[in-house]
């Protein structure tokens, strides 16, 4: 069977990449819609309306706008905005969160894709809520590395035509402590109130690193890091996305440096623990726009439409 499938926002950073994917798939048939009409109300509701599972990489209010387009009961969407990534009626698109959530996305016609530092961040500290080692309390904390590609064109127009030297240096932000994806990072993670997180971005196009400091003193449960890393280790262990990478492991720095950039061009993401009896820290890393971005909303459509998960994504 040919699937028809639309990309609207396709001139954006995820919405080319998701092209890209795209591109290496048999068995669908991309849509597509003429520069001068990508804002056209009508020519992208009969776009919306035809396919049969749309991609919206677009800004919150032309994601709802997309959605309230749709007058049939065929056509599935998968947001890569913040505008559904809580809403009760859609699923959330992190296939690794819990053993029912494919099941979820694979029967739902209405999914969100997850933010970059979410994804990170839910991925690294729900299995130790959920498994009753951090209470749901738990007073947590992070912060973000990441490349500039995540902040879409304007960013990247910025950091790739200017010689200001301010772009040389990390630059922390959101510093007013509400960044959009606070309310994914509480809810997905069990967590009873958002963390207090400080993202950061670079000057280099793509990498995540998240970063998680703990506290075991704090925890409900006596564990050390090793045994934090041996829970996650456990949890994921099918995972193919998803890999624990051995306790402290020296053989995964660089002279002891973190080199953040090591799974950008896939849908991975390596998850190292680190620490001691009184200090731990958790790091995801991952492509800001692979599994942070595009990688996941291609893998969200492998699983709604039957596909094997990795297909396009190798």
């Not at 905005?81 to 209405?110: C, D, M, V």
């Not at 922390?172 to 993670?189: D, F, G, I, R, T």
């Not at 950008?264 to 800001?288: A, P, W, Y």
């Amino acid at each position: 069977m040919t699937y028809t499938i639309f990309v609207d926002g396709q001139e954006g950073t995820t919405g080319l990449q998701i092209h890209d994917y795209l591109s290496k798939i048999s068995n669908i048939e991309v849509l597509t819609i003429e520069p001068e009409k990508r804002k056209d109300y009508e020519a992208r509701k009969a776009l919306i309306n035809e396919a049969d599972l749309v991609f919206l990489c677009l800004p919150d209010s032309a994601s709802r706008e997309a959605v309230s387009m749709l007058s049939n009961n065929k056509t599935k969407i998968l947001d890569a905005s913040t505008a559904f990534r809580t809403h009760p009626e859609w699923s959330y698109g992190l296939p690794e969160l819990n053993k029912n959530q494919r099941s979820k996305i694979q029967h739902s016609s209405r999914v969100s894709v997850p933010g970059c530092h979410a994804t990170g961040f839910i991925l690294a500290i729900q299995p130790l809520i959920a498994e009753g080692v951090i209470p749901g309390d738990y007073p947590s904390t992070c912060y973000a590395l990441t490349g500039y590609s995540g902040g879409g064109k304007k960013l990247i127009a910025e950091y790739q035509n200017s010689n200001r030297e301010q772009l040389f240096a990390p630059r922390p932000y959101a510093l007013h402590l509400n960044h959009k994806h606070l309310p994914e990072m509480q809810l997905y993670s069990g967590l009873s109130s958002a963390p207090l997180f400080t993202p950061i971005v670079g000057n280099y196009y793509k990498g995540d690193a998240v970063c998680i400091p703990l506290f075991p003193r704090l925890f409900t449960k006596n564990v050390t890091a090793r045994e934090v890393q041996e829970l996650l280790a456990a949890y994921y262990e099918d995972e193919r996305f998803v890999r624990v990478i051995p306790y402290d492991s020296e053989a995964y720095l660089e002279e002891g440096y973190f080199n953040l950039m090591q799974c950008n061009d896939t849908n991975n993401v390596d998850i190292f623990v680190f620490g001691h009896n009184e200090q731990i820290l958790l790091v995801s890393r991952f492509d800001n726009l692979g599994k942070g971005a595009s990688g996941a909303a291609i893998q969200n459509m492998n699983i709604m439409l039957g596909f094997d998960e990795s297909t396009g994504l190798q």
